[in-house]
């Protein structure tokens, strides 16, 4: 895809003082090093339920800026307000939250509890801050099988895990939200499949158990760490059977962010955006591509269907390209090599 990011280029914004809750996670850390490398400041909110400190760290090796990183709990309301009480932050990207799909169908009230308390935390010491500008990162997963791709932001929402519910609520709870106080701005980010590494290999995806999304999966197979890819399903009406997904690099869905920040700055409101490449691959796809980038072979074994699982889903980008100017630049083969990268480079991932 060609690349267009007239935010960046621009300057369009003035520096910011940003709190990422979430902000030492997957994606939370790779938006830091967009965030620091465009000249704002960075406070990180992260009770590393989910992340390592070590992130961070990295992040500031690539960078060679500071981060200030608070070990807090979202829910603490004390503390979350003393956060924003001392930092006169102007923008907070909201990335705190638990992500398994199959965990929250066995703990819903956990998954419940923690995403939609911590948010709720989160507003009400923003609020009592006049602090109102906020990024939420929310899913694909809302709209729940799509009856028809590529996926408009206007597509019905119908998701079926307490996951996707929570997302689905906390846009809800952020839109009534605004509605009571259009001086509110707020950014719904729906992201496709988040994928791929920080170029270089300092930082990616680290799950702390099996991984159970796809990516990580291949990658450690491909480092040795895992036998061999379970494909789930290859009976789907899609091509070649296979799932398929739209599997966004993070770095690009990184950059979305600053597009969002800089578009709440310049043109206020509540507004969602999908995050995807409006692209979509094949499990089968995904596998080639990543043997040719790590010239390591993936073996793997096609088994059934998993519970839950869509046949095809992808964005149309098309309105965050018209307001944000973003776009995604990065291919499957940047994606592959950079989650190789990484993943060969920390096999123990942050350990
Ligand atoms: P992640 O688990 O790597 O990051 C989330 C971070 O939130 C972790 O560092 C975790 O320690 C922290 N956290 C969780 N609950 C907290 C709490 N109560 N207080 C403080 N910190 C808390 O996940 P990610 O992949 O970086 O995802 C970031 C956000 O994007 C999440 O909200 C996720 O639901 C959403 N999202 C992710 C994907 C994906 O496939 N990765 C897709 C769509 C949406
Ligand atoms: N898959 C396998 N084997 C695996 C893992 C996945 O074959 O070991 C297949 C799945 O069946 C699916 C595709 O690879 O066809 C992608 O699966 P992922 O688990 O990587 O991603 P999902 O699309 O199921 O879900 C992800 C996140 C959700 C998020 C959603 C949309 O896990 O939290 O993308 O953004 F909501």
């Given at each position: ?9 621009g300057?369009q ?6 709190l ?9 850390s790779?938006t830091c ?7 704002h ?17 990295r ?25 924003l ?9 909201h990335?705190?939250?638990?992500k398994?799909?199959?965990e ?9 509890q923690?995403?939609i308390?911590g ?12 602090v ?7 899913s ?5 099988n ?36 259009k001086?509110?701005n ?22 702390s ?5 796809l990516?990580?999966y291949?990658?450690?197979?491909a ?10 399903g ?7 059977g ?10 690009d869905?990184?950059?979305g ?17 999908n995050?995807?490449?409006g ?10 591509a ?8 993936i073996?793997?074994?096609?088994v ?10 992808y964005?149309?980008?098309s ?19 950079d989650?190789w990268?990484?993943?060969y480079?920390n096999?123990k991932?942050?350990?």
């Open positions: 895809m060609e690349v267009q990011h007239k935010g960046h280029d300057g914004t003035e520096t910011m003082n940003i990422l809750t979430g902000g030492a996670g997957y994606i939370g790779h090093v967009i965030l620091l490398e465009h000249g400041h960075v406070i990180v909110l992260d009770n590393l339920c989910n992340s390592k400190a070590a992130s961070l760290k992040v500031q090796k690539i960078t060679g800026k500071n981060i200030l990183f608070y070990q807090k709990d979202l829910r603490n309301k004390s503390e979350v307000n003393e956060i009480k001392n930092h006169s932050i102007d923008a907070v990207i990335f705190a939250g638990l398994s799909v199959a929250s169908v066995d703990q819903p009230l956990r998954y419940y923690n995403n308390d948010t709720l935390v989160l507003c009400e010491a923003m609020q009592a801050n006049g109102k500008n906020m990024v939420f990162s929310s694909a997963t809302v709209y729940g799509p009856s028809t791709v590529p996926i408009k932001e206007n597509a019905p929402v119908g998701p079926f895990n307490p996951y996707g519910r929570s997302k689905l609520f906390i846009e809800e709870i952020l839109t009534d939200l605004y509605l009571s106080d001086s509110w707020i950014a719904l980010l729906r992201y496709f499949n988040p994928v791929g590494a920080h170029p270089g290999g300092l930082i990616g995806e680290d799950p158990d099996l991984p159970n999304n990516m990580p291949i990658s450690q197979v480092v040795g760490k895992l036998p061999q890819l379970q494909i789930y290859d009976d789907y009406e899609t091509p070649d296979t799932g398929v997904r739209d599997y966004i690099h993070v770095m869905l990184a950059e962010h600053l597009n969002a920040l800089e578009k709440l700055a310049s043109d206020p409101g509540l507004v969602t955006y995050l995807g490449t692209k979509g691959y094949s499990v089968l796809e995904m596998v080639t990543f043997e040719k980038a790590s010239g390591k072979q073996p793997y074994k096609i059934g269907r998993r519970p839950g699982d869509i046949p095809t889903c964005a149309d980008p309105f965050a390209e018209k307001e944000l100017g973003w776009m995604a630049r990065r291919g499957i083969d940047e994606v592959c090599a989650a990268q990484w993943q480079m096999p991932g942050y350990v």
